[in-house]
């Protein structure tokens, strides 16, 4: 597998790991304490993610946190994605 872009690229990873465990999307989500629903959007790329979040998901399939990244890359564009409308203001960076 080549380098996937973010979203896609952990989706996938997510799937192929809970494949390679045997586990059903519903299994999965409730080793992870999830909805099944998070699950399904997760494997499609739709769902933003949380540290707890992979933190739950990588405990349920029995992985390190690291492997959901695996031959995963971060694409240019995320540097220019606006924030949304309810983040708060960043504080000034000090030297």
């Known amino acids: 597998m080549g380098e996937l872009t973010l979203y896609a690229g952990v989706a996938e990873r997510i799937r192929t790991l809970r494949r390679a465990a045997g586990l059903s999307q519903e299994e999965l989500a409730e080793r992870a304490s999830l909805n ?3 699950i399904v959007r ?3 790329g739709r769902q933003n993610l949380s540290l707890q ?3 739950r998901l990588a405990l349920a399939l029995g992985v ?4 959901l990244f695996e031959g995963v890359a971060a ?6 994605a ?3 409308s309810n983040a708060r203001a960043k504080p ?4």
Request: aromatic share 8%; charged share 30%.
């Open 36 to 38: 099944p629903f998070y």
């Open 42 to 44: 997760t494997e499609a």
């Open 53 to 55: 979040t992979i933190g």
């Open 64 to 67: 390190p946190p690291s492997a």
């Open 75 to 80: 694409e240019p564009e995320l540097l220019e």
């Open 82 to 84: 606006k924030p949304r």
């Open 92 to 95: 000034a960076i000090k030297d």
